[in-house]
């Protein structure tokens, strides 16, 4: 008999994530296709002119334009609301889009933001360089004294916005402090102030911030979402009222999603929690075996009991519902810039590429990638060496990524 007949509706948000990505609220009907169709077109025939003016009316079901909504598009939105736990979900062309869109639709000229120093450099310059063109101003707090952020939310602060863990040193914000401070700013302000989380690094299967009371949450959907390297998208998740928002702001700064992108990630969505319980165990062991090598100075994982933010990495990832600490780890070697040249550029099995969360172990060194063009005193603000390696750690066989970076560090070439 099938669910049709019996008039049986499951609950997604019944089911576990690892079922929600796969089927999402089983949208399509019944002997449709089990893989979407990937609607590539820029614009749709209307039925008569009326459709324009029902679109205008807010009427969700006429689509006019892909810029403003797509029905691949829609699908992977409503896949990510259920993934990501949120009311509703904007999908746009990246992860840069996403940050840009959430926060000036958050903010205006005249008013400010309070963040963490430590952030993804292309956040961090957006901050630097693009804010301020908008007359709004940005005050960085200390995330390890919590105390910190009181003095700086003041009148005009709208949003406080944090990574965690940051890319790439890997630090942690305490979630339930953080909200618990800006919530005592707002009744003393009477204004709403949004908190906003860049999950990228943790996904939604580690972390989830949304139980902490944070308002909006990003992640770059090019990393862990998509996870296969091939893809380029951003999603913002948060209330119904704060997407249309967001979504007002993405259409007029044009950074809309690819249907084909859409497709892809709907796609990846289906070995989401496979391949992101393969990068936590394989993250974990390469941890371990790093901390015991003599050419490596420093491990910088949040699943290691040496890591200074463990205690509160336990409590809101794994303590939380979370499935680990992710496939991030950062090494520094002995030996500064020179050595971590040499070490990228001798490994065999993982990849010397930008980007981070695909099936591949790839390395970068932040001060070549995301950390270019920073000053020495914002590298040091930012907690950002020389000799730094930041690993995305795959889902190979962890026998041969050991022995990758282990033959790596002996180098002497
Ligand atoms: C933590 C974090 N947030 C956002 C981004 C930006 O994402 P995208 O490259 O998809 O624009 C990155 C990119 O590396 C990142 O690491």
């Not at 919530?183 to 902490?212: C, G, V, W, Y």
Request: aromatic letters at 8%.
């Amino acid at each position: 008999m099938s669910k049709r007949s019996t008039g049986r509706r499951v609950d997604p948000r019944s089911m576990s994530v690892a079922t929600r990505a796969i089927h999402g609220a089983q949208l399509y009907p019944h002997k449709a296709p089990v893989a979407p169709p990937i609607v590539q077109t820029s614009t749709y025939r209307f039925e008569n002119s009326g459709d324009a003016l029902r679109y205008a009316q807010g009427d969700p079901d006429v689509y006019v334009y892909t810029r403003y909504h797509n029905p691949t598009v829609r699908a992977a939105e409503e896949r990510l609301a259920l993934v990501l736990e949120s009311e509703q979900t904007l999908l746009v062309a990246s992860g840069m889009a996403a940050i840009s869109s959430a926060v000036l639709s958050g903010v205006r000229s005249g008013e400010s933001l309070v963040s963490t120093p430590a952030l993804y450099g292309g956040t961090y310059r957006f901050f630097r360089d693009i804010l301020p063109r908008h007359a709004i101003r940005v005050r960085y707090t200390d995330p390890r004294r919590p105390a910190a952020l009181d003095g700086l939310i003041d009148a005009t602060t709208r949003i406080v916005y944090c990574e965690t863990p940051t890319n790439p040193t890997l630090g942690i914000v305490d979630m339930e402090a953080l909200v618990d401070s800006v919530r005592k700013a707002e009744r003393r302000f009477r204004r709403k102030i949004l908190i906003m989380i860049d999950n990228t690094f943790a996904t939604s299967l580690n972390q989830h911030p949304f139980r902490f009371g944070v308002d909006v949450v990003i992640e770059s959907a090019t990393k862990y979402l998509g996870g296969h390297s091939d893809l380029i998208g951003g999603v913002i998740a948060g209330s119904r009222e704060f997407i249309a928002g967001a979504h007002t702001q993405m259409k007029y700064y044009g950074g809309c999603a690819d249907p084909f992108a859409a497709f892809l990630l709907l796609r990846s969505l289906k070995t989401f929690e496979l391949r992101v319980r393969r990068q936590n165990e394989n993250a974990l062991a390469l941890a371990v075996w790093l901390e015991l090598d003599k050419h490596v100075a420093r491990v910088l994982y949040p699943g290691l009991p040496s890591h200074p933010g463990f205690e509160i990495a336990r409590r809101q990832m794994v303590g939380a519902g979370g499935l680990g600490y992710g496939g991030m780890v950062t090494i520094e070697v002995k030996g500064g810039l020179r050595k971590a040249v040499r070490v990228a550029d001798a490994l065999r099995v993982a990849v010397n590429a930008m980007s981070l969360g695909g099936t591949e172990t790839l390395v970068s060194i932040p001060v070549y990638s995301s950390h270019v063009h920073m000053s020495a005193s914002e590298l040091r603000r930012h907690g950002v060496t020389p000799g730094m390696i930041r690993i995305s750690v795959g889902v190979e066989g962890i026998d041969d990524i050991l022995r990758d970076f282990t033959e790596a560090l002996a180098t002497d070439r």
